[in-house]
């Protein structure tokens, strides 16, 4: 399982402009960070009321990497 292909997938389908979404994974020696980098006006779509379309995406994420043994994972977002 991709995690990295999972988080473009889902943040693609929530932003308007899904052309210019870019998502990179950093593997550290015990984890894996997730940058999700979307443009200004998509980070509103991306946050959610109160952060839980983040949340979503961060326990979606967490989820799967558990159940597939593989090293914890944070995903951060930011814009362009």
Do not use: C, Q, W
Not at 22 to 37: G, P, R, T, W, Y
Not at 52 to 70: P, V, W
């Amino acid at each position: 399982m991709n995690i990295t292909a999972l988080v473009e997938f889902l943040v693609k389908n929530i932003v308007s402009t899904p052309d210019i979404v870019s998502v990179k994974a950093f593997d550290e020696e015990e984890k894996v960070i997730i940058e999700v980098l979307v443009s200004k006006e998509d980070m509103g779509a991306v946050i959610g009321k109160d952060g839980k379309i983040a949340t979503s995406i961060r326990t979606i994420t967490k989820s799967i990497a558990y159940a597939n043994h593989l090293k914890k994972v944070e995903v951060h977002f930011d814009t362009f």
